[in-house]
Antibody
Framework: EVKLEESGGGLVQPGRSLRVSCVASGFNFDEYAMHWVRQVPGKGLEWVSGITWNSGNIDYADSVKGRFTISRDNAKNSLYLQMNSLRGEDTALYYC??????????????WGLGTLVTVSS | QSALTQPASVSGSPGQSITISCTGTSNDIGNYNVVSWYQQYPGKAPKVIIYEVNERPSGVSNRFSGSKSGNTASLTISGLQAEDEADYYCSSYTKSNILLFGGGTKLTVL
């Protein structure tokens, strides 16, 4: 069974940093691209960032480019999102999601339960 | 990076068919067959129900089908059931190397 478990969310002040993590199990983590998708409670989904199996292709939504960094550790079956210079509009539930492919962005065939990030003073 | 355009809400009676549209541009839906659809129940994570325009993952009911024409993708649910009441999101790969979601459609089963 594919399982994705996020952690690291919490309350953080504007301008500060936070790193969220995702541990994967039930599939060969090093064979698939991975993503972060966020959702403000009661609102729609927003793709944040994606990373291919070997970290060779990485990209970000314009709203986070230059502030967020995605990375992965295939030896630890883990995905990370380093979030710097956080703003109120970054407040959301952050989902870790598995891509159906390895070398690009295709479809998200497994999702975690999410970790809530709240940016507020 | 404007979101793909979906109707905010659709409704139908049990047994009927409904279609949800998802309109993009030639930079996304119009030039890539990487369109997927997600179903989300309140308080739950999304689940993929259609990928690559019209492919269904294993375990997804064949009442769900997808199609594409030009810059618009569509999700059709036939034989509507109460359990289909949920939010639905489309997504497409884009020329900018990002995944773009639609704003979401709330389906109400009357």
């Amino acid at each position: 069974e594919v399982k994705l478990e996020e952690s690291g969310g919490g309350l953080v002040q504007p301008g500060r940093s936070l790193r969220v993590s995702c541990v994967a199990s039930g599939f060969n983590f090093d064979e698939y691209a991975m993503h972060w998708v966020r959702q403000v409670p009661g609102k729609g989904l927003e793709w944040v960032s994606g990373i291919t199996w070997n970290s060779g292709n990485i990209d970000y939504a314009d709203s986070v480019k230059g502030r967020f960094t995605i990375s992965r550790d295939n030896a630890k079956n883990s995905l990370y999102l380093q979030m710097n210079s956080l703003r109120g509009e970054d407040t959301a539930l952050y989902y870790c999601a598995k891509d159906g492919g390895s070398s690009g962005w295709f479809w998200l065939d497994a999702w975690g339960l999410g970790t809530l990030v709240t940016v507020s003073s | 990076q404007s979101a793909l355009t979906q109707p905010a809400s659709v409704s139908g009676s049990p047994g009927q068919s409904i279609t949800i549209s998802c309109t993009g541009t030639s930079n996304d839906i119009g030039n890539y067959n990487v369109v997927s659809w997600y179903q989300q129940y309140p308080g739950k994570a999304p689940k993929v129900i259609i990928y690559e325009v019209n492919e269904r993952p294993s375990g997804v009911s064949n009442r769900f089908s997808g199609s594409k024409s030009g810059n618009t993708a569509s999700l059709t649910i036939s034989g509507l059931q109460a359990e289909d009441e949920a939010d639905y999101y489309c997504s497409s790969y884009t020329k900018s190397n990002i995944l773009l979601f639609g704003g979401g459609t709330k389906l109400t089963v009357l």
